[in-house]
């Protein structure tokens, strides 16, 4: 099994460019979610789907969106890319309520 | 204002010492998670508890419910421990809010 994966691991945009991260996990895990890490601070929840169809906003969603392609895939989707938007994205997936999250490696953005 | 509280936010030790790091939180919540990223980046869940006390090898944690406060305990410490320790919080909502993490560095 990979687990979770995650696309691009780095990338570079200016801003204004739009891009997607692509997200899969391979455990048919029911919820997956998207954070960014910036320094000094924890991790923030960006978007979440809890099951196949659905997703719902976190603490930090502006300037992003959300699919879920199907059970396996989660993308998020940059539309015009900010340089706020500088950090580290993880993607994560769990069976459902009470489980572990697992985290994919990572996403390093910059946005010039 | 975080609702997620660690403590130290750094922490430097020598090889084989006995290792706490402290989490509190603010409100009730429904399970803690102690979280482990390495300098590669990469996140890996250590510990999952809502109550009481779980090992895995070298690693402890606790929880006090009526004290809203949990730690983690690493017995022997080695350089391969050193990493960034992370707790985590699930308000019942199964979302998860995150300390900022201490650094944990083990000089051999």
């Known amino acids: 099994n990979a687990g979770v994966t995650q696309t691009p691991k780095f990338q570079v945009l200016k801003t204004g460019q739009s891009m997607t991260l692509q997200c899969a996990q391979d455990m048919n895990h029911n919820s997956m979610y998207w954070y960014r890490q910036d320094p000094g601070m924890g991790l923030r929840l960006i978007y979440y789907?809890?099951?196949?169809?659905?997703?719902d906003k976190g603490e930090v969603p502006n300037g992003y969106n959300v699919s879920r392609l199907n059970k396996r895939e989660f993308s998020l989707r940059l539309e015009s890319a900010a340089p706020s938007q500088t950090s580290v994205y993880f993607c994560a997936s769990k069976r459902g309520i009470g489980y572990e999250q697992y985290f994919g490696p990572g996403t390093r953005l910059t946005v010039t | 204002k975080n609702e997620v509280e660690q403590s130290p936010q750094n922490l430097t030790a020598q090889e084989g010492e006995f290792i706490t790091i402290n989490c509190s939180y603010s409100v009730g919540i429904s399970a803690l998670h102690w979280l482990q990223q390495h300098p590669g980046g990469g996140i890996v869940s250590l510990f999952m508890l809502s109550s009481g006390k779980k090992k895995h090898g070298r690693l402890i944690a606790t929880i006090n419910i009526q004290e809203k406060h949990s730690s983690l305990h690493i017995t022997a410490s080695h350089p391969r421990d050193s990493a960034v320790y992370i707790c985590?919080?699930?308000?019942?909502?199964?979302?998860?809010?995150f300390g900022t993490g201490t650094r944990l560095t083990i000089i051999p």
């Open positions: 985590a919080v699930t308000f019942g909502n199964e979302k998860l809010t």
């Open positions: 789907s809890a099951s196949e169809g659905t997703t």
